[in-house]
């Protein structure tokens, strides 16, 4: 049975989800555990993904990359792993699992505006019929948040807010950086990306791993919970997103943000670590409903094929 373009690039993503979605509990305990800061995670992902890449890259074929792609990838490292990492390491140090894992949701309805403005693609009915629906879901459960205080975590509101900022940081990475997904390796993008991201995050969380008390306690479990992080939510996720770049939609990419709920609710709650509300389940029915008419909504490329020639 032969597998066409787009079914790889969805199971891509589904393997990609699968792993983000785990990784949200599991540095959920780190952090309320005090065991590792949000800074000192960003600077740990960045630093060994750029390590990771650059290590591989020796053993592949060189590519040289064009000065004007270059800046690209210079913005793109920038969005989508340095600020988008850390505004959402930042939230989810401050708000719940599950808050923060439905709010990824408008991924797809910030990718749909950025690729409108960048790329041209039409705003149909259904898209901005999305963006409302999915837009009231996320303003409800920011609003909501301030009504739910946290277990000591500081601003449920404020690491609501970062963790929507990550999405749209993230989003914006997916538009600009899908060109150079068809024009360079998957390996060649990332070891520059994540190689300025952690030249620049740097002198910030130095320190902060520096004196992170994960490093000065002998427990095993918690340095196999980071290597998942490491290895699994940073070097294999980033590894694959541009190959389903290449495959899919940025708008399609986003979409399936909708496992993230699923599979870091489900496990968060399992192990005690948060609860779902009525109000979580309300937003994500709004957050669901607009990704959903977003991603049935028609592309520039289905309405340029639908234009039938008048004949004369």
Not at 286 to 301: P, Q
Request: charged content about 10%.
């Amino acid at each position: 049975m032969t597998i066409s373009q787009k079914q790889q690039g969805h199971l891509i993503m589904l393997v990609v989800m699968t792993i983000f979605g785990l990784n949200i509990p599991i540095n959920k305990y780190l952090y309320t555990s005090g065991l590792l800061t949000p800074m000192a995670m960003t600077l740990l992902r960045m630093g060994f993904a750029s390590i990771a890449f650059w290590l591989i890259s020796l053993m592949m074929p060189k590519e040289k990359v064009e000065k004007k792609d270059m800046l690209i990838l210079l913005i793109g490292g920038l969005c989508g792993m340095l600020i988008n990492q850390s505004l959402f390491a930042y939230g989810l140090g401050q708000t719940s699992s599950v808050d923060a894992s439905i709010i990824t949701t408008s991924g797809p309805l910030f990718a749909m505006i950025l690729a409108a403005i960048i790329l041209k693609e039409p705003i149909t009915a259904k898209k901005a019929g999305g963006v409302l629906v999915g837009g009231a879901g996320a303003i409800f459960l920011v609003y909501s948040s301030t009504q739910v205080s946290t277990t000591g975590q500081g601003s449920a509101l404020a690491g609501d807010i970062a963790v929507l900022s990550a999405q749209l940081f993230y989003s914006f990475y997916l538009v600009i950086t899908r060109p150079l997904s068809t024009k360079y390796s998957p390996i060649t993008m990332m070891k520059w990306m994540f190689l300025f991201s952690a030249l620049i995050d740097l002198p910030i969380g130095y320190k902060y791993v520096m004196d992170a008390p994960l490093f000065y306690q002998p427990d095993i479990m918690p340095y196999l919970l980071l290597s998942f992080t490491l290895v699994g939510a940073t070097f294999i996720t980033y590894l694959l997103i541009p190959l389903a770049q290449r495959r899919i939609r940025p708008t399609t990419i986003s979409m399936y943000n909708n496992m993230q709920p699923l599979i870091a609710s489900a496990v968060a709650i399992y192990m005690g670590m948060d609860r779902f509300t009525i109000e979580k389940l309300i937003a994500a029915i709004l957050i669901f409903g607009g990704v959903y008419l977003v991603t049935v909504s028609k592309s520039r490329a289905d309405l340029e094929e639908e234009v039938v020639p008048v004949k004369k």
